[in-house]
């Protein structure tokens, strides 16, 4: 659910002021240098120019609604090169200076949810609705908002508003049929709350797990967060604990799948007989979800496949003797997937054994490429990806190399 936001019609100033004003400090004179620039794309002169014009007239519509646009324009822009932080401040003075408008609560809403700032998102887009009853783009913002923060039935009410007056909003249907699955597993579930996390998870857990998974989680929170050198995501923090079956039937996917992080981390605490997993396969489990949370947060969803599970792999356990072996003779044998190949998901392309080597391929070079080059300069990787760069480019600006000397020095380092 992707939109850009883009606000152009503009209004010339009436020239309604006192007359002892100079021409040239005249807030007419402003706006109107304000609509020169705006209409020359130059947002950020704008916004100094209808700053200008509504200390003057503050009280003047078109110039509220003016300086509105312009700062939604220059958040635009910001957010393109992945700044949310200051594209959220301009936001913040568009909703200040022109409060009857919905559009920058919307984008401003947005924008908190882009960030997992649920809260902030759910207040805002719950404006834009009070103040545009019935706008779709708000009460789709709104549904995802309640769907981040767990609260299934909301979002499904937001949702069947949408399709009912949109049905062919992109991907929208596919997002109520897993929220109402989700809501189906999920309905007589315990909640519990830390914190950092907010926990879902059936009724005939022992409180011994419930709280040897709190546990874990806090752990993997201060620990992962120090590894990556000071990132804490906001909370809430969303976890889901299933059975086996249950985790099956809420997701759609297959049983090699032992996790997974879709906004919120999902995990089933049974093996597909109905055993209790170990607490070492457990902290495993969850450490590696949890990674993908630390990971989002910094790059959004701008992050390479094998990066974002090679990280998870690493962080959450070490290349075992039998993982190694099975690489130099993996390396030796077989065509090894380029990196390039594992840029995307790949747990629907690829079958189980190849997925195994997927995982153990990845996990081997985001250890070479954090043991040899360290964690400022993965940092550095993953907050380029994070303001919006493209993959490769953001590769070679951070590491100065490209991906194929990367996959010869594997080989040379594994044969």
């Not at 992109?170 to 579930?189: I, M, N, Q, T, W």
């Not at 997927?358 to 954090?370: G, N």
Request: charged share 25%.
């Amino acid at each position: 659910m992707c939109h850009r936001f883009l606000y152009l019609i503009m209004f010339v100033l009436p020239v309604l002021f006192v007359a002892q004003a100079t021409a040239l400090e005249h807030p007419a004179t402003y706006n109107n240098q304000g609509v020169l620039a705006y209409k020359a794309g130059k947002y950020a002169e704008a916004v100094s120019y209808f700053e200008k014009a509504y200390r003057k007239a503050p009280n003047s519509s078109v110039v509220c609604r003016n300086l509105c646009n312009a700062y939604q324009n220059e958040a635009n822009e910001y957010v393109e090169r992945g700044e949310f932080s200051k594209a959220i401040r301009y936001l913040e003075s568009a909703v200040d200076v022109d409060s009857k408008n919905a559009s920058p609560f919307i984008q401003l809403g947005s924008y908190y949810l882009r960030t997992d700032k649920l809260e902030l998102a759910i207040q805002r887009l719950e404006e834009a609705i009070t103040i545009k009853p019935g706008d779709v783009d708000a009460h789709e913002f709104l549904g995802q908002a309640y769907y981040m923060d767990n609260d299934l039935s909301s979002a499904r009410a937001q949702w069947d508003y949408v399709l009912e007056v949109a049905p062919d909003r992109p991907g929208l249907r596919d997002r109520y049929e897993k929220a109402f699955r989700e809501e189906s597993v999920e309905y007589d579930f315990n909640r519990w709350k830390s914190r950092h996390f907010r926990i879902s998870y059936p009724q005939d857990v022992p409180n011994s797990m419930r709280a040897g998974v709190f546990s874990i989680l806090d752990r993997a929170y201060v620990n992962i967060g120090r590894k990556f050198g000071g990132i804490y995501p906001p909370p809430p923090i969303h976890v889901i604990l299933y059975s086996a079956a249950q985790f099956s039937e809420a997701t759609q996917l297959e049983e090699h799948v032992g996790a997974v992080y879709d906004g919120k981390i999902r995990a089933p605490l049974t093996d597909k007989e109905g055993n209790w997993l170990p607490d070492d396969e457990l902290e495993r489990r969850m450490t590696h979800e949890y990674v993908h949370v630390v990971v989002r947060h910094i790059t959004g969803k701008n992050v390479p496949w094998w990066v974002n599970e090679g990280l998870a792999e690493s962080m959450s356990k070490s290349l075992s003797a039998q993982e190694i072996e099975q690489l130099r003779r993996y390396f030796s044998d077989t065509p090894s997937f380029s990196l390039k190949a594992l840029e995307s998901n790949q747990l629907n392309q690829l079958a189980p054994s190849d997925l195994r080597m997927a995982y153990l391929q990845s996990h081997a070079a985001v250890d070479l490429l954090w043991n040899r080059y360290g964690r400022s300069k993965m940092l550095g990787f993953l907050r380029a990806l994070g303001n919006g760069l493209e993959y490769e480019d953001a590769f070679r600006t951070i590491y100065h190399r490209n991906l194929a000397s990367i996959e010869r020095d594997l080989l040379t380092y594994y044969r």
